[in-house]
């Protein structure tokens, strides 16, 4: 079984641009989560998303944004990039436990490196 | 403010000996923890998930206590080997959040040497 695949795994853009992260999750997995991780912050949750609906979001601005199509690849995309928003972007996917409820453990891809020059 | 605690920072061991890494948490009305290990420049890698209804769980040479009451789970590797070298990092999630809302500690960088 394929595991959760990211694209790109790098990326530099300048400030002010945009920029869009793809993530695949593992086929059957309908919860796709993304976090940013620096060395200061360490790992922070962005936003989630299940059935193509966000489903919980984290405490990041506004020009951070996500969607999720039908066949539950995700992307996120960030406008107006700021140097602070260099960083490892890592998508995770999960199953909907037998509960509905979080008894399932997520499965990280290898995450899109992101500069900011 | 939930916060997970990951002590110590780093840590550095000869291979053989057994270790235990530290995570606490402020919360204690989890709904799970999840320990994972990250290699430089990869993604996290699921090593063990315990319930909060759980005390522990095994997966070969790992295993992982749930102390809800005092807000600490450890991580126990038996035996450790240089290619346990990793940073291992504990997140939690909470009644209320989604699947998705994870809530990490900065991790534990482990050195097992040769």
């Known amino acids: 079984k394929a595991g959760v695949t990211q694209t790109p795994r790098y990326l530099i853009k300048t400030r002010g641009q945009q920029v869009t992260l793809s993530c695949s999750p593992i086929s059957g997995h309908r919860s796709v989560s993304w976090y940013q991780q620096t060395p200061g912050q360490g790992l922070q949750f962005l936003f989630e998303y299940f059935s193509e609906t966000q489903r919980n979001k984290g405490n990041f601005p506004g020009r951070f944004s996500g969607r999720q199509f039908s066949n539950s690849r995700s992307e996120m995309n960030v406008s107006t990039l700021e140097l602070g928003d260099s960083a490892l972007y890592l998508c995770?996917?999960?199953?909907?436990?037998?509960?509905?409820?979080?008894?399932?453990?997520?499965?990280f891809g290898d995450g899109t490196r992101l500069s900011i020059l | 403010k939930q916060e997970v605690t990951q002590i110590p920072a780093a840590l550095s061991v000869p291979e053989g000996e057994n270790l235990v890494l530290n995570c606490s948490f402020t919360?204690?009305?989890?709904?799970?923890l999840q320990w994972f290990r990250q290699d430089p420049g990869k993604g996290l890698t699921s090593l063990l998930l315990i319930q909060s209804s759980q005390r522990e769980q095994t997966s070969g040479r790992l295993n992982a206590s749930l102390d809800k009451s005092s807000g600490r789970s450890t991580l126990y590797i038996a035996a450790s080997q240089p290619g346990d070298s990793a940073t291992y990092l504990c997140a939690v999630s909470y009644y209320g959040g989604s699947q998705g809302n994870l809530i990490f500690g900065k991790g534990t960088k482990l050195s097992v040497k040769p």
């Open positions: 919360d204690s009305a989890i709904y799970n």
């Open positions: 995770a996917s999960s199953p909907e436990g037998v509960t509905g409820a979080m008894d399932q453990p997520q499965h």
